[in-house]
Nanobody, 122 residues
Framework: QVQLVESGGGLVQAGGSLRLSCAASGRTFSDYAMGWFRQAPGKEREFVAGVNWSGRSTSYADSVKGRFTISRDNAAKTVYLQMNSLKPEDTAVYFC???????????????WGQGTQVTVSS
């Protein structure tokens, strides 16, 4: 079984930055790709960023490219999402997720965290 616990969310003004963290336990973290997703009120959950097992390959949604950076520390079993130049439309609950593959795929992740709220004020 896998447990994922996000932290780092909060309220920030537009143009500001936040760094989300997701700590994993229970499974060999370094074997699997990780992702960040978000869900805004009244909208479907969407992919934000993903990182392969080694951290050397990343992917991003077009809406966050150039502003967000995903990274991982396999020794610490933690994945991060650095969010810069935040916009009000980035407001959402952010979830981290673990794929049961070494790379990010279109198959939805198997394990999910409980989410952390990010609110960007204008």
């Amino acid at each position: 079984q896998v447990q994922l616990v996000e932290s780092g969310g909060g309220l920030v003004q537009a143009g500001g930055s936040l760094r989300l963290s997701c700590a994993a336990s229970g499974r060999t973290f370094s074997d699997y790709a990780m992702g960040w997703f978000r869900q805004a009120p009244g909208k479907e959950r969407e992919f934000v960023a993903g990182v392969n097992w080694s951290g050397r390959s990343t992917s991003y949604a077009d809406s966050v490219k150039g502003r967000f950076t995903i990274s991982r520390d396999n020794a610490a079993k933690t994945v991060y999402l650095q969010m810069n130049s935040l916009k009000p439309e980035d407001t959402a609950v952010y979830f981290c997720a673990l794929y049961i593959k070494a790379v990010v795929t279109t198959t939805p992740p198997r394990y999910w965290g409980q989410g952390t709220q990010v609110t960007v004020s204008s």
